[in-house]
């Protein structure tokens, strides 16, 4: 099969990032020799160049948004002379607040108050004062709608407005576009941190709440194991009775029996309830604890317990017993090739949870995409086959690697498909008609490659092969 196949994007896509690389640097030469002419234009004295060189500087140093704000009021004051006030729109409170002023410093959040200016788009006067409009920067609006945040941020009030000439007018016309895009991004920064710590506190209170109650219902199905057996007692005991009145009362005894035969099919019909239940609960219970795993989210990425684990027995059984059923409602084939295959050369040291919704995530794509073809002999046939291979030195010489094959039948992908399929939010075209958001594959990439694994798509004839290969635990004790 070679190494490390499907992973490699080949000349045309090495061909086509290389041209993008280059498209993206002239963009930005581009923009770069338009700012210059711009500052050529621009015209700047010697002190509005070293006040904005002083904002940049200061901008950068200090990393507080209660810092910026200072900084925005105090440039203007030293370098001009010019005394100002800075207005921020709060979205929670949907109003515009007084944050900072020159006169005053830093305003206390406790005491901002509404501010009585009207939020315009464009530059106006008071009576006393010239007010600019702070606008945020478009792009970071855009990539980050989840900010609901207006075109303009906020006001920047400069006074007395009769110290203001056209070429300070046009200054701080500039200066103020500054102010915005820092202020738009150390917003972001700070909303961030904010949504951080409201996930930090999600995850504790759903360990509280949800993980640690859930661990009752393991009790729960041990008491209703001990009271199905203790009904398994009462139906011994009332087949016993029966027996001992076999050659007494006829009537009575025919009645018994058909009692004792409607308790023992309501008995195995409860057992296998219970039975579905404890398997229903160790599934759920065991995505529950490793998704919502508290380390995930201190650490901004999946955090391995790794254990050695035995696929078959402890992943893809238990998984097959929940699909077999589906697969055989929509008349779906599964070619187990795993069975006839011996374990116990391969030891793979992995974190269980995560790997199980790996094979999870394949099996429910099996179902929901795969589809009736005909073979070269005209046969109908609708298949998931699935299969294990031992790769030597798949991950360099002496690393070999275990490589899980999923064969589904129905319309080949495009090679360009293939190669998008493990992308965030990619869906291919044949798979419009299935609910889905295009995360599963993605989940499937990012927790092999956490694994020091890969994965890929090989179109083939009657289907799509996807794969995902994972790096042995010992490297030299190689056998087949």
């Known amino acids: 099969m070679g190494k490390r196949e499907g992973n490699s994007t080949g000349p045309v896509g090495e061909n086509h990032a290389e041209s993008a ?115 945020g920067n478009e792009t970071l609006t855009k990539q980050y709608p989840f900010l609901n945040q207006s075109e303009v941020l906020g006001l920047f009030e400069i006074f007395p407005k009769d110290l203001l000439d056209a070429r300070k007018h046009f200054f701080l016309e500039k200066f103020t576009n500054r102010i915005g895009y820092n202020l738009h991004q150390k917003m972001l920064i700070q909303q961030n941190i904010d949504h951080i710590k409201f996930i930090n506190q999600l995850v504790a209170d759903i360990e509280h709440n949800v993980i640690s109650p859930n661990l009752y219902y393991r009790l729960f199905l041990i008491r209703l194991k001990k009271h199905i057996a203790a009904y398994g007692q009462l139906q011994a005991r009332l087949r016993d009775l029966i027996l001992f009145l076999r050659d007494g009362d006829e009537a009575l005894s025919r009645e018994l029996c058909e009692i004792h035969h409607a308790l023992d099919e309501s008995n195995q019909r409860l057992d296998e309830a219970a039975r579905g239940l404890g398997k229903h609960y160790e599934h759920t219970s065991l995505f529950l604890e490793t998704l919502l795993r508290r380390d995930h989210f201190e650490k901004g990425t999946y955090v391995l317990r790794r254990q050695s684990c035995n696929f078959r027995t402890e992943i893809i059984q238990p998984l097959l017993e929940r699909y077999l059923p589906l697969f055989e409602k929509k008349g779906i084939t599964v070619d187990n090739r795993l069975e006839n295959v011996p374990d116990e050369h391969v030891t793979l040291f992995v974190d269980k949870g995560l790997i199980s919704q790996v094979f999870d995530n394949f099996f429910s794509n099996a179902l929901k995409y795969t589809r009736e073809v005909e073979d070269q002999l005209g046969n109908k046939i609708k298949l998931v086959s699935y299969n294990r291979q031992i790769l030597r030195d798949c991950f360099g010489e002496g690393m070999h690697g275990v490589r899980f094959n999923f064969f589904t039948t129905g319309e080949p992908l495009s090679e360009k498909e293939a190669r998008k399929l493990f992308r965030e939010g990619f869906r291919a075209s044949g798979s419009r008609t299935e609910k889905g958001s295009g995360h599963g594959l993605h989940f499937v990439k990012n927790v092999v490659e956490i694994h020091g694994g890969d994965v890929g798509c090989e179109p083939q004839r009657y289907g799509n092969l996807i794969y995902f290969t994972l790096p042995m635990k010992e490297q030299t004790q190689f056998t087949v």
């Not at 963009?27 to 002419?37: L, Q, S, T, W």
């Not at 949907?94 to 788009?121: F, I, M, N």
């Open 21 to 135: 690389q280059q498209e993206s640097l002239l963009n930005i030469r581009d923009r770069v020799r338009a700012k210059k002419n711009d500052y050529g234009r621009y015209n700047l004295e010697r002190s509005q160049e070293e006040a904005f060189a002083t904002f940049f500087d200061l901008a950068q140093e200090y990393t507080s948004i209660d810092n910026l704000y200072q900084v925005c009021v105090a440039v203007p004051k030293e370098f001009f002379g010019l005394e100002s006030s800075l207005y921020v729109f709060n979205p929670k409170r949907c109003r515009l607040e007084k944050v900072c002023s020159s006169l005053d410093g830093l305003v206390p959040v406790e005491l901002r108050e509404t501010a009585g200016l009207s939020l315009k788009s464009r530059p106006y006067e008071t009576e006393d004062t010239w007010v600019f409009p702070i606008h």
